[in-house]
């Protein structure tokens, strides 16, 4: 039964950098499309960015847009979120997902989510 678990979260200033991670263990994700979600205090959780199961076709939220910048190394069986620019409003828990339904263009049903790691951002 596959597991993620998501690292690299922490306190940053607005306008810097932070780089997430997704590991996975207990199985393989090569073939499967990943997303990453975000949860801020008191809001629903939001669709962030995915990505197919080779890499080559990846798809942003309007609000992260040319600033995040989703990646995947399937020999590491490892997804990664590679967040430029960071607001205030970027603030919240991100949480990984495999994507287990995937019909036509799109992924209908993620699945496996992680633990999901913190990101704080001051202003």
């Known amino acids: 039964q596959v597991q993620l678990v998501e690292s690299g979260g922490g306190l940053v200033q607005a306008g810097g950098s932070l780089r997430l991670s997704c590991a996975a263990s207990g199985g393989t994700v090569r073939n499967n499309a990943m997303g990453w979600f975000r949860q801020a205090p008191g809001k629903e959780r939001e669709f962030v960015a995915r990505i197919t199961w080779s890499g080559a076709i990846t798809y942003y939220a309007d609000s992260v847009k040319g600033r995040f910048t989703i990646s995947r190394d399937n020999a590491k069986n490892t997804v990664y979120l590679q967040m430029n620019s960071l607001k205030p409003e970027d603030a919240a828990v991100y949480y990984c997902?495999?994507?287990?339904?995937?019909?036509?263009?799109?992924?209908?049903?993620?699945?496996?989510w992680g633990q999901g790691t913190q990101v704080t951002v001051s202003s």
């Open positions: 997902a495999v994507c287990v339904s995937w019909s036509g263009n799109r992924c209908v049903e993620y699945g496996y």
